[in-house]
Nanobody, 118 residues
Framework: QVQLVESGGGLVQPGGSLRLSCAAS????????MSWYRQAPGKERELVAV????????NYADSVKGRFTISRDNFKNTVSLQMNTLKFEDTAVYYC???????????WGQGTQVTVSS
């Protein structure tokens, strides 16, 4: 069965850092582009960062550019999101997504809570 399991969320003070991880199983991980999304209460789910399946090309939302870094390890079937200089506005549930665009296939994780508070 396809599974994406996020971990690493928690409570952190403004200006602090967290590293989120997503462990994948049940599909050929290296073929998929990987993304992180987030959703705050009462708001739409938004794309945070993307990393491609082959070259490792990345892209980020303007709100996190320069603070967050996405990376992947195709040997361990994991994707990570390093989050630095966290702000109150970063508080949300963060979701891992796998995408195989040529075949219209998408898989989602269950989400992990990140709370930035003093």
């Amino acid at each position: 069965q396809v599974q994406l399991v996020e971990s690493g969320g928690g409570l952190v003070q403004p200006g602090g850092s967290l590293r989120l991880s997503c462990a994948a199983s049940g599909f050929t991980f290296s073929r998929y582009a990987m993304s992180w999304y987030r959703q705050a209460p009462g708001k739409e789910r938004e794309l945070v960062a993307v990393i491609s399946s082959g070259t490792g090309w990345t892209n980020y939302a303007d709100s996190v550019k320069g603070r967050f870094t996405i990376s992947r390890d195709n040997f361990k079937n994991t994707v990570s999101l390093q989050m630095n200089t966290l702000k109150f506005e970063d508080t949300a549930v963060y979701y891992c997504k796998a995408s195989w665009g040529d075949y219209g296939i998408e898989h989602w994780g269950q989400g992990t809570q990140v709370t930035v508070s003093s």
